[in-house]
């Protein structure tokens, strides 16, 4: 039985991670961080602060797996300096408190394109954050990078509408079309527990496991169970 942390529980990913951990019966607990109240049904303890950046202190310990679906906007921020102080400091704050605590897995959640030596500060912030993850030297670490993420959010995000448009069409006439470059935010949920229950449950060998799209909709899609 898995005990796990998530952070991001009611963000687009992280609310079907939060729905999926809930009905699985070899998870014995769910400790959820939110800035808002968790949703009536779901089976979580919550740590539920408009303060994120208490969080880390509040990391609870014997947790086995830690998975972040943490992020946010600039709009939504107010400004990049703003954004970073989430996506990449707070995230990276909750990844050493689970490492002190005892997490063995780390799940993160992240972006296709990151990469640290990006040109774009987006890409290079979700590079870095990666990069310093990695560092941190937990027994299994997976970056999760999916392409355009559909499914309702709750700000508008003018270009990824008009991308998620053309996604659903293009779903329409086939996931092959869409499956390459866009993925529902569930199947990106189901991919990310997935992987981390396979390190907690050691069904997992590599230490460090990068998953594409190719491989987020192959585990979620044809390996889920």
């Known amino acids: 039985m898995a005990t796990v942390a998530l952070a991001g529980s009611t963000g687009l990913v992280g609310s079907h ?59 939504t921020a107010g400004s990049f300096e703003n954004q970073r102080k989430i996506d990449y400091y707070l995230n990276l704050d909750l990844a050493k408190a689970a490492k002190a605590g005892g997490a063995k897995a780390y799940v993160l959640i992240s972006t296709g394109a990151a990469n640290s030596a990006a040109y774009m500060g987006y890409l290079k912030m979700k590079g870095e954050l990666e990069d310093a993850v990695k560092a941190l030297d937990f027994d299994h670490t997976v970056i999760v990078r999916p392409g355009v993420l559909l499914g309702p959010r709750n700000e508008l995000r003018t270009a990824e509408y008009v991308l998620q448009k053309v996604a659903g069409l293009a779903g329409l006439l086939s996931n092959a079309l869409k499956d390459p470059w866009a993925q529902d935010a ?28 190719a491989d987020i909709v192959r585990l979620a899609r044809t390996e889920w169970k």
């Not at 014995?28 to 208490?54: G, M, N, V, W, Y």
């Open 186 to 213: 569930g199947l990106v949920a189901r991919a990310a527990v997935r992987a981390g229950l396979d390190c907690v449950e050691g069904k997992e060998m590599e230490k460090v496991r990068v998953l594409n799209q």
């Open 17 to 75: 991670i939060l729905t999926l951990l809930s009905n699985l019966s070899n998870v014995s607990s769910i400790h959820a961080f939110s800035r808002k109240e968790l949703p009536s049904d779901a089976k979580a303890i919550s740590i539920t602060s408009s303060d994120s950046a208490s969080w880390p202190s509040q990391y609870p310990t014997g947790t086995e797996l830690f998975i972040s679906a943490l992020g946010t906007t600039r709009a």
